[in-house]
């Protein structure tokens, strides 16, 4: 372990990375060295905007930087496993938005990879560092709440346009993919007070116009060994923004009315026999949060919540949905010779 601020490198320069890593960045002291783009153009502009302190040719030579220690991945989903591969192989440590790949093989490969490079890989599930996840798990673990009966988790957002990446089948793309893993890792995370993982009843969604394969809602039923159940919902084509978390126990229930991006609503509503409460957990970015787990246990040996086996087991559970709710899984990418 070494000391000082992580030097980051930014694959791409997507939409979400002013909001996912280069604010937790700054705010915390933490430097971008490089930046890659396919256009050379719009990553130079990017660095400018973002204080990024280089610009660097392709992929590749973001990857096998000397000065980046930690790749941050935020490509279209099939672009994931690939350089999330690349960069393990490479010797970094890997924080990647979700999923960590394009199906369970790809994750296994992803597994491997981590494991003989000896480097932390982290997938980008950041509301579990907030204090709003941190206050529902807080609620079953003081009895509070009771036993653990029931979760429901909804993610929904409003459709992306018709040709926007999420959409396509050869990248990696649909509801489940880009939205429903956080319903399933909101609810794999409850195991603890659970008896155990939480294992696929049936799945159930439907295919967006246009785009064969692609799912456009998912429900997915679940069932723990203790005998809570779980539904987890995603939609991608929904009326309005919908993020909540709601756990029901045999002694009071709480919601968590945005549990994805609690830095625009921050409430936990408690309701049991004494009354119905509001807390408020507060607005601070969960990607800071998420950034500064990163950080110390790369510079202090913190354990570490997600890891690549996490993002395995995650994944394992994508494609079963998939399988249930009769859609294809989805393909791996492969990157042409001269990318990789």
């Not at 302190?53 to 790749?71: I, W």
């Not at 709601?246 to 991006?261: K, L």
Request: glycine fraction near 10%.
């Amino acid at each position: 372990m070494t000391d000082g601020p992580l030097r980051i490198g930014v694959l791409g320069a997507s939409r979400i990375a002013e909001l996912s890593i280069v604010g937790p960045a700054r705010a915390a002291g933490h430097r971008l060295v490089a930046v890659a783009a396919r256009d050379r153009d719009r990553a130079e502009a990017f660095a400018a905007a973002h204080g990024v302190e280089r610009v660097v040719g392709s992929y590749a030579d973001l990857v096998t930087d000397p000065e980046a220690e930690v790749v941050y991945n935020p490509l279209a989903n099939g672009a994931h496993g690939p350089w999330n591969l690349a960069a393990l192989q490479a010797g970094k440590h890997v924080l990647t938005e979700k999923p960590s790949a394009s199906n369970a093989e790809e994750a296994a490969e992803v597994h491997a990879a981590a494991a003989k490079a000896g480097s932390a890989f982290m997938e980008g599930f950041h509301y579990l560092f907030h204090p709003v996840t941190r206050r529902l798990h807080e609620l079953l673990d003081s009895g509070e709440l009771g036993d653990l009966r029931h979760v429901e988790t909804m993610v929904a957002m409003p459709a992306p346009p018709d040709d926007d990446v999420r959409w396509s089948l050869a990248l990696a793309g649909g509801a489940l993919m880009d939205l429903g893993c956080y319903s399933l890792h909101a609810q794999r995370m409850l195991a603890p007070w659970a008896g155990g993982a939480p294992r696929l009843v049936a799945a159930r969604g439907g295919a967006r116009a246009l785009a064969p394969g692609v799912d456009e809602w998912l429900h997915a039923d679940l069932e723990f060994p203790g005998g809570a159940t779980g539904a987890a919902n995603c939609h991608m084509a929904y009326h309005q923004w919908q993020m909540s978390c709601r756990i029901v126990g045999t002694r009071g229930e709480a919601t968590a009315v945005n549990f994805v991006q609690p830095h625009l609503d921050d409430r936990v509503v408690v309701r049991t026999a004494s009354g119905e409460r509001t807390e408020e957990l507060g607005r601070r970015s969960s990607y800071t949060y998420q950034l500064e787990a990163l950080a110390a246990h790369l510079r202090h040996g913190a354990p570490l919540a997600l890891d690549a086996g996490d993002a395995l087991t995650t994944m394992r559970l994508i494609d079963d949905c998939y399988r249930a709710a009769g859609f294809p899984v989805r393909p791996r990418t492969v990157l042409p010779a001269a990318a990789s």
